[in-house]
C-alpha cells in the first residue's frame, strides 16, 4: 500500500509540475512576445488584405492585465484596418494592396466601409488589386473597387441577387411533441412565425423583399460605380447568370484578366518593377494595422471622442467581443461620462438585438450620458429591434445604406414539452396554495391567465419601446407604431422615414460627435474593456474547447448552422426585442 501511494504521490507531482511548467512557458511567453514584438515595413510594400480571420469590428481589450498578455497579439479589428488603410495612403513605403483569396468574414455595412477606405486609398496612385479561384458575391462586392480584378481560368463567381430562406418548424413541433408557446406584439415580428406556420406570411414575405431589394440596390450601385457598369445591365447578369465562368465575367466586364496566382503575382512584380525571378516585398493587413495602433501618430490634444462598441446579441451579464451585456456597456458609459477629457461619444452599434431587459437598462445609461455629452451612434451590420432601442434616443443617428435596422418589436417564448411527457408516459402532477403560484411549467399545458399575463408583459415592452422611440426621434407615438410592428429597414429607407438621421460611417459619426462637442482636434479611446476573470480566458483553449467544433467536424458547417439556429430558438425563453430573421449574403 505504501508502495502505491508513493507511486500516486509521484504522478500527481509529475503532473502538478507539466502543469505549472505550460502555464509558466505561457506566461513568459506573454511577457516578452506580444507588444514587445516589432513590424517591420520594407519599402516597396504590398499590404495583403486577408479577412478571413477578421469579423468583429472590434477586436476587444480587457481590464486585467495579465488576461491582455494573453490574448492574441495582433488581435485587431475591421475599425482597426480600415484606420491602417488611411494611414497607408500616406506610407511612402505601401505601394499597393493585393486582395488574394480572400475568404470574407465580414457583413455587409462592413464590406461598405471597407470599400469607401480601398476607394480612398486609391486616389493616392496607389495600385489595389483582387484574385481569386472563385468569388462569391459579398467577397466580389468588395473585391470590385479594385483596379484590376483576376479571375482563375477554372474558377467560377457568383453574381445572382439575394435571398433568404426561412425555415418553419410547425410540423415538426407536432411530430415531436414540444411545442413552443408563442406571444408577441408586431405583425412582421416573424422571428416567431416558424413556430406558428408552415409557410411565410405575407407581411413577412413583403418585408424581406422591401430589405432584400434595398440592400441589392445598394451593392449594385457600389459596383456599377467601380466597374463602369449600368445597374440595369448587372440585373441583367444576375438574372441570368451571365457571369458564372471565367470568361462569361470577363465578357461582362466583371473582371478583367483571366490567369493563375502566379501570373498575378508577375503582374504585380511588373507594376513594382521587380525581376520575376524575385519576390517582392509584403506586409499582412493584421502586422501592418498592428504597426498602426502601437507606433503610428496620435493626437497631442487632450480632448477625446469614447468609441463604444456594442456588438453581436444582447444579454445580461458582462459582455465579451462577440456579444452585448449591461456590465460592460454601462460601466464604458458611465466611465466615458466621468472623464472631463472625453468630449462626445460615438455609439457603434451591429447587433440584431436580444433581451429586453438588458436593452433598457442599456437604452438608460445612454440618455443619463446624453445629458452630460454628445452621444451619436454609428451602425454597422445590423442595428435592429434592441440594437435600435440602444440607439433611438441618441442626438444623431448614422447608417450605412445596407444596414439592417428597425425590427420595432417584441415577443416571448415558452418551450413546452406537454405533448411530447404524454406520449412518453410521464404525468406531471402540481400542488399550490394560490392560483398563480406554480408560475409556468413546460411539463402542463400553458394556463389562460399565464397567456394573459405573458400578452401583457409583451404588450408593456412594445409601449415603452414605441415610447422610447419616439421620444428619442421626436415623433408621435402613432407614427412610430405605423413603422415599427416588427418591421425591418434598410439604412436607406430608414433616413427616408426618421429613423436614422443620415447616410455614413464610423467616421462620418466622428466628425457629428466633434461637431457637436466644439472641439477640432481629438483622439479616439476604445471601449469596452472586458472585466473576464481568468478562468474565462482558457475557455479559447485548444485543450478546453467546447464540444460545437467536434459537432461541427461530424455533420458539417451547414447542417451545424441549421442545429444551431433551432438551439438558439428554443433558448430564447422570455420576452425579446431581436430582429425578425438572419440575413446571409453569401
Known sequence: MRFLGNVLATIVGLFLFMMIFFFGILI?????????ETVTVKSDSVIELD???????????YKDPLITLFSEGKNVGISDVIDAIKNAKEDSDIKGISILNNHFMPGMAQSKALRDALEDFKKSGKFVVAYADYYTQKEYYMNSVADTIYLNPVGQMDFKGLSSELMFFKDLQEKSGVKMEVIRHGKYKSAVEPFLENKMSDANREQISTL?????????TDISKSRNIPVSQLNVIADGLLARTPEMAKSQKLVDKIGYEDEYHNGIRKALKVKKDEDYNTVSIADYAFKYLTTGKKSSSKDKIAVIYAQG??????GDVNYIGEGSMRRSLQEARKDKNVKAIVLRIDSPGGSALTSELIWREVELTKKVKPVVVSMGNYAASGGYYLACNANKIFAEENTITGSIGVFGMLPNFTTLTNRIGINVEQVSTHKNAADYSPFVP?????????QESVEQVYTTFVQRVAA???MTFEQVDAIAQGRVWAGSEAVKIGLVDKIGGLDAALKEASALAKIKEY?????PEYDKTFGEMFAGFPFAQTKENLIKEEIGEENYLILNE??????QTGIQTKMSFNINIK
Open 313 to 318: 446579441e444582447i444579454t445580461s451579464g458582462e
Open 523 to 527: 483622439k479616439t479611446q476604445n471601449f
Open 566 to 571: 433551432i438551439k438558439k430558438m428554443n433558448a
Open 212 to 220: 432584400l431589394n434595398s440592400v441589392w440596390n445598394s451593392v449594385a
Open 446 to 454: 400553458l394556463s389562460d391567465n399565464m397567456r394573459n399575463f405573458t
Open 51 to 61: 479577412l478571413e480571420n477578421i469579423s468583429n469590428d472590434y477586436a476587444g481589450k
Open 28 to 36: 513568459i511567453g506573454a511577457l516578452f512576445g506580444g507588444d514587445s
Open 472 to 474: 428619442g426621434r421626436k
